[in-house]
DNA sequence: AATTGTCAATACGCAAGCGTATGGAAAATG
DNA sequence: CATTTTCCATACGCTTGCGTATTGACAATT
């Protein structure tokens, strides 16, 4: 579904982007080039000349989805300098119906590729220590804090799932921010 | 790896057990009949005289997988009647190195196929269901009951995914059951 | 001893999907 | 205007993996 007829010619980013989409709704397994050929209107002809193989695919899409991750963090979070407000924003954000949480909860499943599983080692442990910093700016001494990273992360990792598992089953009862709130509340000390 | 030159026949319970080893370490889509038939010692001829298809092997092995899961669940979970120590059990056993566990995990990944999202959905709504219950019991109303649900199964569900992805990265800092007792001294109130 | 039922091996057809080879059209460049 | 570069189409070969067909071996039954 791309707003067709815009530009005559295609280029890396262009198929980035459109394996993104694969990935955030059907998972890396089902990245099939012939699939993404016809999505972005051309044949596989096309994709060889942009890209080796599949696999350099998938890491240049993965590669662009961490950066861009980073830089929305790097301006929506980090720009808060008081760690109590700045955690909540964080939640909050996590609450947000993004294309990069969704490709977050696909590519924990796909973690059998080795090149998945380096990129999702790295953006985990890169959140974490934002967080665990977050929380000693707070007062948490280094151990606590570490754990409370855990948590606050699982939290949000397993709410991904929940709402993809789930369905309207929930967002009926208790709208997402309210969720966020919470959970906020819990975590984050008064 | 199996203890070879045990009994002569197979039967489609040993079938289902090989793939439920498959789909707790590399997911659904892995489920390959050749593969299972030669972990089994034999070939595809013999996995077509128990089963009619791929399909069916993975539901009779996911259903397996859901009422094995059930039975623990109330042998050592409701077996327990003061809700305060209930809850801090299931803490606990959600933090145990279980195949099932495994298995939740990587059937997150693979909700794609829509009889996995089935018994995922099923699998899920009880979890919330008891563990709200329990959060009842204790004394919370009904829709804190319900967050308090939803925040502690994600904080499981991330956990499961955390572990998978870090590797050792984490369990030298910090043992897992004290992370358990951590979570559980959070959720949990006193 | 003969027959039937149970479990498995082998061989085949078929579709999906990756990667390659080759040629062509359109745009940029000289 | 000629030529090179850029981007894409078509056609092919190859592998993987599902499902079927056929045959066989061994055990149970009569």
Redesign the interface.
């Known amino acids: 579904m791309k707003t067709t007829a815009k530009k005559k010619s295609l280029n890396p980013s262009d198929w980035e982007k459109a394996t993104l989409d694969v990935i955030a709704h ?2 890396v ?2 990245v099939a080039v012939e699939n993404i050929a016809k999505d972005l209107g051309v044949t596989k002809g096309s994709f060889y000349w942009h890209f080796a193989n599949r696999k350099d695919l998938i890491v240049a899409a993965l590669k662009r989805w961490q950066s861009d991750d980073k830089e929305v963090i790097k301006q929506e979070i980090w720009s808060i300098p008081d760690p109590h407000e700045r955690l909540n924003a964080w939640f909050l954000l996590s609450a947000q119906p993004l294309q990069s949480h969704l490709i977050y ?2 590519l ?5 590729h080795d090149f998945v ?1 380096k990129v ?2 790295e953006v ?2 890169e959140r974490l220590a934002y967080l665990q910093k977050s929380f000693q700016e707070i007062g948490y001494v280094e ?1 606590q804090a ?2 409370q990273a ?2 606050s ?7 991904l ?2 709402a ?4 309207g ?2 967002k009926d ?2 709208n997402i921010e309210n ?1 966020a709130k ?2 906020a509340k ?2 984050i000390p008064a």
């Open positions: 059907q998972g397994s089902a909860a696909t924990l499943a796909d973690r059998q599983a999702l080692k985990t442990l151990g570490k754990q855990l948590m992360y699982s939290v949000y990792v397993g709410y799932h929940m993809k598992t789930l369905h089953k929930f009862s208790n969720y919470y959970v819990q975590l």
